[in-house]
């Protein structure tokens, strides 16, 4: 993929393996930017590497009043990304210092389960609960519902 930061070990490179801890997310270049799909059909998060402006961040689908609570309480971390933005997505920068692993996790789930099919979030929610499940791969390890960050 293009871009200087979604080298190995990147903020974006984590993004990446958050989304695609997802069942049948597929990444495609979207625009010129790594783009993440759930069920390889519809967009849930779209990284923007210096997309008209000096910042590396990316742009996530959220629910209603998620981009508002985010941009009001820490502008520094989140904005409105444009194209996306008068539908909810909310921006989330990558280069600021101490992000917030926990929070990004979140939004990237918050994505992935708004835009999954009603089928695959079912899915994903039985086999998170598995016995078996966290023993199959680091991606597949869940707490408490969650991606988990082992690995990552």
């Known amino acids: 993929m293009p871009g200087r930061h979604t080298r190995r070990g990147s903020a974006l490179d984590r993004v990446r393996a958050l989304c695609l801890a997802f069942p049948e997310t597929q990444e495609r270049l979207s625009h010129g930017e790594p783009a993440w799909f759930a069920g390889g059909k519809r967009l849930f998060v779209v990284a923007a590497d210096h997309h008209h402006d000096s910042r590396v961040a990316f742009w996530a689908a959220a629910p209603e009043g998620v981009q ?70 680091p991606a597949a390890d869940r707490t408490a519902g969650r991606v988990s960050r082992q690995g990552l």
């Not at 194209?83 to 992935?112: N, Q």
């Not at 009603?118 to 039985?126: I, Q």
């Open 68 to 137: 508002e609570s985010c941009t009001e309480s820490d502008p520094r971390r989140y904005f409105r990304p444009p194209y996306v933005g008068p539908r909810g997505w909310v921006g989330v920068y990558l280069d600021v210092p101490d992000l917030e692993w926990d929070r990004v996790e979140e939004i990237v789930e918050d994505a992935w389960r708004l835009i999954a099919s009603p089928r695959l979030v079912a899915s994903w929610e039985g086999a998170s609960t598995a016995p078996s499940a966290s023993t199959a791969s």
